[in-house]
Each structure stands twice: as C-alpha cells, then as structure tokens.
C-alpha cells in the first residue's frame, strides 16, 4: 500500500494490498463494504478519521482493492482535503470484529 505523498483534494482511485504481520490478507467472500480506510492525524494527538469513500475488491486470494474517496473524504477539513501526514490503514470487519491491517505512514501535500 503506498500511495504517498499524495496531493490533496486527489481523488483518483488508490490500489492496496491487504497484509498483516503474518502475511497476505485473504478478502475473498467479503463484500467491499466490509472495509475501511482509517486515518490518523499524526500532528494532532492521532485523531482518528474514518473515511466514506468506497472500496472495490479486485483479487480477494490475494488481498487486492482499490480505494475512491468520497467528496467528503476530499473536504478541506478531512485529511486527503488538507496537507498533513496521517497513519493511514484499512480495516476489515469480520463477522469477529474488526482487523486492521498493517498501516503506512500518508503524506498529504498542498500542490497550485
């Protein structure tokens, strides 16, 4: 998953890979709404912004999607809306609970 720096207010689709400490995070027989982008703003006590854009699962044997940020997501006041740099991580939610999935820090730069 590395999609950084990304400029802000971008909302082209982004491609991921799903992984875990131990490995390959296997998405088949979810559905995309089982997933999450979660962000944390780093400069700002880790305040946490879960995003509304939507998922499309493209290899689930292989932990494979790609994210769309909502025009929400892109709002100045939102992270992917604002420079910054963000933990960002998805979240997968079992029928157990939630996952998280290993997380990469997100520069957002403030391009003309």
Request: aromatic share 8%; with cysteine; proline share 7%.
């Amino acid at each position: 998953m590395a999609w950084s720096p990304l400029t802000s207010g971008d909302g082209r689709p982004s491609h991921h890979t799903f992984t875990t400490d131990s490995g390959i995070f296997v998405l088949t027989g979810l559905s995309n709404g089982n997933l999450a982008m979660h962000l944390e703003d780093v400069n700002n006590n880790f305040s946490l912004y879960v995003c509304t854009g939507s998922w499309n699962i493209t290899d689930g044997p292989n932990g494979k999607a790609d994210f769309t940020p909502s025009a929400n997501d892109l709002l100045s006041t939102n992270p992917l809306g604002k420079a910054g740099l963000y933990k960002a991580y998805p979240v997968v939610t079992l029928g157990t609970g939630p996952v998280a999935m290993d997380g990469q820090l997100l520069q957002v730069i403030s391009e003309p």
